[in-house]
């Protein structure tokens, strides 16, 4: 589905991105771990077409999406919930949601398509006229992520999903990610909580200084003596 080759980008003089080579299968969870500035969330962002890569291809579906716009690649359907949340303060959580369908043409069933949305958040429901920036920290997490789904993604790339939430909140939306899975989404997932990543993850990756050091299965990642000195506090 998602196949990245010989990936590399750069900031001025910094090279964040080195010939990075892996690819997503259609189904998948697959993740990047890594510390903070190996890469990730440049490699996310480079994907969605919001940073140019200084060389490098990505194929998605065989088709180039380093000549594309942003908007055309959520078009074709890459959707990315970002670090951070990012949901639009002064409006309200249906406002946001419907932001989320801006490119979709089949506007005749968005209100399904909400309700969808309501049905895995139910929480969103019950707030659907609340100000964005009133949401806690894990709702306003679900709605970043239900906005996202509005465009129908087949591929979903989450950036940090876990950061600054209250544990109960982590595992809640790691049981959504795990179900988006499961209902036909692939999704492409960066986080700091490396065990909570791979517990899930079809494959992963290790990213250190802009490039992939380690890659294997989940189950091969977590047992990896190497990730777990480094990453797990083993």
Known sequence: ???????????????????????????EI??????????KSTILRTISGLIRPSSGSISY?????TRMSPQNIV?????QVPEG?????????KENLELGAFLRK??????AELEHIYERFPVLKERLSQDASTLSGGEQQMLAMGRALMSKPRLLLLDEPSMGLAPIF????????RDIQK??????????????ALSIADRGYVLETGKIVLSGTGEELLASDEVQKAYLGG
């Open 1 to 27: 589905m998602l196949q990245i080759n010989n990936l590399s980008v750069d900031y001025g003089m910094i090279n964040a991105v080195r010939d990075v080579i892996f690819r997503v299968k259609e189904g």
């Open 30 to 39: 697959v993740t990047l771990i890594g510390a903070n500035g190996a890469g």
């Open 61 to 65: 579906e065989g088709e180039e999406l």
């Open 75 to 79: 078009v074709h359907g890459i959707s």
């Open 85 to 93: 949340r990012q949901v639009f303060n002064g409006m309200s959580v």
């Open 106 to 111: 089949d506007t005749e069933i968005l209100d």
């Open 170 to 177: 982590i595992q809640e939306i790691f049981d959504i990610i």
């Open 183 to 196: 209902q036909g989404t692939t999704v492409l997932l960066i986080e700091q909580n490396a065990n909570l």
